[in-house]
């Protein structure tokens, strides 16, 4: 099993940053892509950002511009930088990993709560 914790989920005013970080731990043998998804309230679960183990990144267009994913394959870590927050990014993020134990397999953590007030 892949365990994904998050952290760095906190109450911010509306044009603040935060940065959310996630660790991948367990008897991983490899990891493909690692990303960021959010849910709001009554909202589906939506694709942040998400980035491949060569650094090729994707980000959703309502965050291009104001966030940055990055990784760190020998830690098997992963961050998203978030400026300038709205309070439409209010949500639940969800960090999520594609990797190999044995076979290939999606793994997602329990979530970190973002609050942005306007």
């Known amino acids: 099993q892949v365990q994904l914790v998050e952290s760095g989920g906190d109450l911010v005013q509306a044009g603040g940053s935060l940065r959310l970080s996630c660790v991948a731990s367990g008897s991983i043998f490899s990891i493909g892509v690692m990303g960021w998804f959010r849910q709001a309230p009554g909202k589906q679960r939506e694709l942040v950002a998400s980035?491949?183990?060569?650094?090729?990144?994707n980000y959703a267009d309502s965050v291009k511009g104001r966030f940055t994913i990055s990784r760190d394959n020998a830690k098997n870590t992963v961050n998203l930088q978030m400026n300038s927050l709205k309070a439409e990014d209010t949500a639940v993020y969800y960090c999520?990993?594609?990797?190999?134990?044995?076979?290939?397999?999606?793994?997602w953590g329990q979530g970190t709560q973002v609050t942005v007030s306007s």
């Open positions: 999520y990993c594609n990797a190999k134990i044995s076979t290939w397999a999606d793994y």
């Open positions: 980035i491949t183990a060569v650094g090729r990144t």
